[in-house]
């Protein structure tokens, strides 16, 4: 199989309400390296189930372990503290095309 686009590099996280364990599939670098790191530190609640040939990776995790955060958008008055604070500390300022999308 070639090269996957990064359409076809997905993140799925899978549990239903039986069982203890959720089962997390991959593409991500960043979330590999952080599966990767609490498995070898907690062995006893997560562990690599398996890896592919075009870099996914499964692991599977006691799912209380697993939290989703949902995060309200800032509003325009915390931005603009955010903003002055950044400029007080030397901070540059991303304009909106220069953000990376997760």
Do not use: W
Not at 35 to 43: F, G, N, Q, V
Not at 49 to 58: A, I, P, R, Y
Not at 73 to 84: G, I, L, M, N, V
């Amino acid at each position: 199989m070639g090269k996957l686009s990064k359409y076809e590099k997905e993140t799925i996280v899978n549990f239903n309400e039986k069982e203890s364990e959720a089962t997390i599939y991959t593409h991500n670098a960043d979330l590999k390296r952080r599966l990767a790191e609490y498995s070898r530190k907690y062995p006893a609640l997560c562990r690599l189930k398996c890896q592919n040939l075009e870099g996914g990776v499964t692991y599977v995790m006691d799912k209380s372990r697993l939290s989703i955060r949902l995060i309200p958008p800032y509003s325009e008055e915390r931005r603009t503290a955010a903003r002055e604070y950044a400029k007080q500390h030397g901070f540059q300022a991303l304009q909106t095309g220069d953000r990376k999308t997760a």
